[in-house]
């Protein structure tokens, strides 16, 4: 996990987490904001391997009550030993970039 916040006193933390489910590499991401607020979150996720290359975005809004950590989102996705994948995590307050995560699988 490589949690980045801007340096400010107020500032939202973003991270993405994994685990494996079987053949599948489940991925979710957080949110926790500083205050109560509305965020803008993208999540893109870059795949190559033996079939090719691919990549998904997958954006949205939540609102978040001060404090509070939300989950945003949970993807599973189908792993080779082949594949790679490289997944960036960015959450944004009034179109200003306040937080972002990034991990990549393998390690």
Avoid at 4 to 21: C, N, Q
Avoid at 25 to 53: F, P, Q
Avoid at 77 to 84: A, E, F, I, M, Y
Wanted: charged fraction near 25%; avoid cysteine; glycine fraction near 6%.
């Amino acid at each position: 996990m490589n949690v980045f916040a801007i340096d400010r006193l107020d500032s939202h933390r973003a991270w993405l987490e994994k685990s494996y489910d079987g053949e599948r590499l489940v991925v979710a991401a957080y949110v926790e904001a500083a205050h109560a607020v509305k965020l803008n979150y993208k999540l893109v996720s870059s795949k190559s391997g033996k079939s090719g290359n691919s990549n998904t975005k997958q954006a949205g809004s939540v609102t978040v009550a001060d404090g509070e950590t939300h989950r945003l989102m949970q993807l599973r996705l189908g792993v080779n030993k082949q594949d790679r994948y490289d997944l960036k995590l960015q959450v944004f307050e009034q179109g200003q970039l306040v937080a972002e995560d990034s991990l990549s699988y393998p390690d």
